[in-house]
């Protein structure tokens, strides 16, 4: 006969252990307790910001009454149209001015200064054999006319060339030459006797130097 021996004893059983109600009440009051913390932090935060808020509205307030009685006694003048009319016969006056300084140095109104540089560079441009007998400036001596005589037609090229170093003639250029072969008469050949035979008279060639569309005289003109 078999007898069985039961080796489960209650004592030693894991129990689950129950909330009571007591603990139940002190987890929810512990609960309440920080919400309730939370809450009144947050009222706090939020009264500072609106005590803030309306501590700012009161200054900008301030500011804008202050700006508003500040525009209500000084006003802001308008237009004053005596001063607009010298403001703009001012602008006109000196437009009028700047036009004039353009034309001037434009020389449109011709040579302001004068021929007397030209004909000193005439002078020093001087070529042993070769005599001018007339010039002619016009306008801003940009219309040039020299008439001579040279004995040699070589001599003309050195004449040219000492007139382009001249400061007076920089830039200027000229656009025709005409020569022409002449004689001068033989002194006493009028009155020379039948039996005495007159030297031969010199020989010279005339020529004529303008540039381009130079007047034969006109302003500045001198012929001899």
């Known amino acids: 006969m078999s007898q069985q021996i039961n080796l489960f004893n209650p004592a030693f059983e894991k129990r689950k252990q129950a909330l009571s109600a007591v603990g139940l009440l002190r987890g929810l009051g512990l609960v ?14 939020v009264a500072a910001l609106e005590r803030t808020a309306a ?3 009161v200054v900008l307030d301030a500011r804008e ?3 508003a009685d500040v525009f209500a006694r000084f006003p802001v003048p308008g237009k004053d149209p005596l001063i607009a009319g010298a403001l703009g016969q001012a602008e006109a006056d000196r437009s009028a001015l700047l036009e004039a300084g353009q034309i001037l140095q434009g020389g449109e109104l011709g040579n302001t200064h004068g021929y007397a540089d030209y004909f000193r560079a005439f002078a020093r441009a001087r070529v042993n ?12 001596g940009k219309e040039i006319g020299l008439q001579g005589r040279v004995v040699q037609p070589d001599l003309l ?3 040219i060339s000492a007139l382009s170093r001249e400061s007076a003639l920089q830039g200027k250029s000229f656009a025709r030459l005409d020569m022409a072969t002449a004689q001068l008469p033989a002194p006493g050949a009028m009155s020379a006797p039948a039996a005495g035979v007159a030297a031969p008279a010199p020989r010279f060639i005339e020529f004529s130097l303008q540039s381009s569309a130079a007047p034969a005289s006109g302003a500045g003109a001198v012929k001899q």
């Open 32 to 45: 309440l307790a920080a919400s309730a913390a939370v809450v009144w932090f947050g009222a706090r935060q």
């Open 55 to 57: 501590d700012a509205k």
């Open 65 to 67: 009454a202050k700006r």
């Open 129 to 140: 054999g070769l005599w001018l007998t007339g010039a002619s400036i016009a306008g801003a």
């Open 157 to 159: 090229p050195q004449y």
